[in-house]
């Protein structure tokens, strides 16, 4: 089945630095990835939608200019956050739209999440 | 906006028990429904997914049902075992995906 990729699974960055955050379809084209964040006992947030090629839409609340969604290629998106602070501590998760199982209705699929410690 | 709500919050269960997950949609319109496994510090597991034109969904020991008029959906585990233990997540898909607050189950051996 399809998989999604994340790069890296974890990190640990001092407050005020930028981290970037990969999300890659390992064997499908996907125009349309997606980012969430998850803080503890709380459920997924959808941050944004990236879009190839074009610019992302953030959803209301998440400031564009503090994470940074490049979506460069069909097979990869990245997430920078920059001045990190420890408020930004979370987990984030990735998804990329593909295809449906026996090529059915088209899907998402989440990556591993990426674990973000900012102290 | 959707809301996606899951019920209970948190359940423990003796091992072999048969339990139901609830999750509840405020907008019928939507594309399909899905659950997921969580478990502690990791991502997720797709489970099942129903279309919006299926009634329900069956692989192994799980079946989720859907009705969408209703705004409800619900995940069946046949006969719990202590590796089924981990937070149980629904999410709807319209224009994005809605994620419900999750429900946390413990099968105690």
């Known amino acids: 089945g399809a998989v999604v990729s994340q790069h890296p699974s974890w990190v640990i960055c001092k407050s005020g630095t930028s981290v970037k955050i990969e999300c890659r379809s390992l064997d499908f084209q996907a125009t349309t990835m997606f980012w969430y964040r998850q803080f503890p006992k709380q459920s997924l947030m959808l941050m944004a939608t990236s879009n190839e090629g074009s610019k992302a839409t953030y959803e209301q609340g998440v400031e564009k200019d503090k994470f940074l969604i490049n979506h460069a290629s069909l097979t990869l998106s990245t997430l920078t956050v920059t001045s990190a602070h420890p408020e930004d501590s979370s987990f984030y998760i990735c998804?990329?739209?593909?295809?449906?199982?026996?090529?059915?209705?088209?899907?998402?699929?989440f990556g591993p999440g990426t674990r973000l410690l900012v102290l | 906006k959707q809301e996606v709500t899951q019920i209970p919050a948190a359940l423990s269960v003796p091992e072999g028990e048969n339990l139901v997950l609830n999750c509840s949609f405020t907008d019928s319109a939507i594309y399909n429904l899905q659950w997921f496994r969580q478990d502690p510090g990791k991502g997720l597991t797709s489970l099942l997914l129903?279309?919006?034109?299926?009634r329900e969904q069956t692989s192994g020991r799980l079946n989720a049902s859907l009705d969408k008029s209703s705004g409800r959906s619900t995940l069946y585990i046949a006969a719990s075992q202590p590796g089924d233990s981990a937070t149980y997540l629904c999410a709807v898909a319209g224009n994005q995906f809605y994620f419900g607050t999750g429900t946390s189950l413990t099968v105690i051996p």
């Open positions: 998804s990329a739209r593909g295809p449906g199982a026996s090529g059915g209705v088209e899907t998402q699929y």
């Open positions: 129903i279309q919006s034109s299926q």
